[in-house]
């Protein structure tokens, strides 16, 4: 899942990324509204983390002109104001969630998993494909019973796919959700980290779930259509 989070503070931000690359998910910083505003133009996120107080254009701005491009990431706001009125400012602009500063990281977190199961659509904890789970909330794997140990980006693919398991899911969509700004476009690190899953997932099983839609992408499946 990639993150955007917007802070203009450099160790607050820098602080909010390191504790979210830690969990797995990809990140963003943009230092300012409207540096988030180009950002979103450019980048799919699955949450925005965004302070209120920002220069050039506040949190409550940006959030507002999110909903009217048509964003429907979970949006959660951070502030020192925790006045009814400002937490109603929030809400009212688009917001999902508000977290008054400080804040413990472990709330942070569970507010993000909370704001990730909702939308689209309530979305279980766990995900099941055949015999393969996924726990969202551990982030631990297991087929028929026994664990994949995967690393952070590997757990984090998987995911990806598993949400949308049955979907056909496209390279450049992988790019967006999995890997954050610093990926090289000309790499092959998404056909990298399918193999090293499917060495993890499939190599001992006789139903192989990861598979390549020639042309198109590549899905977490049941099914044995052509690959």
């Not at 940006?62 to 006045?83: F, H, N, Q």
């Not at 500063?101 to 709330?107: L, S, Y």
């Not at 494909?129 to 909330?137: C, E, K, P, S």
């Not at 198109?216 to 044995?224: Q, W």
């Amino acid at each position: 899942m990639r993150i955007l989070v917007v802070e203009d503070e450099p160790d607050a931000a820098a602080m909010l990324a390191k504790g979210l690359r830690e969990q797995r998910y990809a990140v963003d910083v943009a230092e300012d509204g409207e540096r988030a505003l180009e950002q979103a133009y450019v980048n799919e996120y699955d949450v925005f983390v965004l302070d209120v107080l920002l220069p050039r254009k506040t949190g409550i701005d940006v959030c507002r002109e999110l909903r009217e491009l048509g964003t429907t990431a979970p949006i959660l706001m951070l502030t020192a104001r925790d006045s009814v009125p400002d937490r109603v400012a929030g809400l009212d602009a688009g917001a999902d969630d508000y977290l008054p500063k400080p804040f413990h990281f472990d709330e942070l977190l569970a507010r993000i998993r909370a704001l990730l199961r909702r939308r689209p659509a309530l979305a279980p904890a766990t995900i099941a494909v055949a015999d393969l789970q996924i726990d969202t909330r551990t982030q631990r794997v297991s087929r028929a019973g026994r664990p994949v140990q995967l690393t952070a980006r590997e757990y984090t693919l998987l995911e990806y796919l598993g949400r949308r398991a049955d979907e056909v899911v496209t390279r450049a969509a992988i790019v967006e959700h999995v890997w954050d700004d610093n990926y090289d476009s000309v790499s092959n690190l998404v056909e990298v980290y399918i193999q090293r899953l499917r060495r993890k997932i499939d190599d001992d099983h006789a139903l192989k779930l990861i598979r390549t839609r020639r042309g198109a992408g590549y899905t977490l499946t049941t099914s044995a259509d052509d690959v």
